[in-house]
């Protein structure tokens, strides 16, 4: 059974910095596109970056862009979510997704993909 696990949330200050790391264990990252996502209190869930099987793409909405920045190491079975002069508005529990695919593109939709990780918060107050 395919397993994600994201890790490295928590509090922050407004325009502090974050690393999150969604790792995976039971198959091989490698042959999986990867996307993050985010839900806040009461807001539909938004996706903030995705990364193709062998990180030869990515994708930020703009929201985010320049300010995350998404990368894979799949030596080490593991995605990372670069999060910088993080706002208030991040604030939201962050999802890492993985989807089985041969192609080498991103997937934005939250539909496209397979299995989930559980969630770690983000909470970036003063």
């Known amino acids: 059974q395919v397993h994600l696990v994201e890790s490295g949330g928590g509090l922050v200050q407004p325009g502090g910095s974050l690393r999150l790391s969604c790792t995976a264990s039971r198959f091989t990252l490698d042959s999986y596109a990867i996307g993050w996502f985010r839900q806040a209190p009461g807001k539909e869930r938004e996706g903030v970056s995705c990364?193709?099987?062998?990180?030869?793409?990515?994708y930020y909405p703009d929201s985010v862009k320049d300010r995350f920045t998404i990368s894979r190491d799949n030596a080490k079975n593991t995605v990372y979510l670069e999060m910088n002069r993080l706002k208030a508005e991040d604030t939201a529990v962050y999802y890492c997704?993985?989807?089985?695919?041969?192609?080498?593109?991103?997937?934005?939709?939250?539909?496209?993909?397979?299995?989930w990780g559980q969630g770690t918060q983000v909470t970036v107050s003063s």
């Open positions: 997704a993985a989807k089985s695919t041969r192609l080498f593109r991103v997937f934005k939709a939250a539909d496209e993909y397979d299995y």
């Open positions: 990364i193709s099987c062998r990180g030869g793409n990515t």
